[in-house]
Nanobody, 115 residues
Framework: QVQLVESGGGLVQPGGSLRLSCAAS????????MGWYRQAPGKQREWVAT???????NYADSVKGRFTISGDNAKNTVYLQMNSLKPEDTAVYYC?????????WGQGTQVTVSS
């Protein structure tokens, strides 16, 4: 089992920045990929960014150039640095971890971009 705990969400003005954190615990040795997803009100959950255990990263087109995913192995934590935030980035952001047999989800953290 893997447990994921997100933090760092909040209210920010358009153009502002936030950094989300996802702390992993449990059987983290089994994890191959970690990432972030988001779900806006009335919409399906969508992929935002992923990072493999080898350090490769990928981003959705909607966030490319504005968001950066990174990790700290010593802290078993993955981050999502979000810059130049837009109102359409408003959503609940979920941390995701994948092993070869299943996926794990955090509880989510709310990000609201509004003036």
């Amino acid at each position: 089992q893997v447990q994921l705990v997100e933090s760092g969400g909040g209210l920010v003005q358009p153009g502002g920045s936030l950094r989300l954190s996802c702390a992993a615990s449990g059987s983290i040795f089994s994890i191959n990929v970690m990432g972030w997803y988001r779900q806006a009100p009335g919409k399906q959950r969508e992929w935002v960014a992923t990072m493999t255990s080898g350090g490769s990263t990928n981003y959705a087109d909607s966030v490319k150039g504005r968001f950066t995913i990174s990790g700290d192995n010593a802290k078993n934590t993955v981050y999502l640095q979000m810059n130049s935030l837009k109102p359409e980035d408003t959503a609940v952001y979920y941390c995701n971890a994948k092993s070869t047999v299943r996926a794990y989800w955090g509880q989510g953290t709310q990000v609201t971009v509004s003036s």
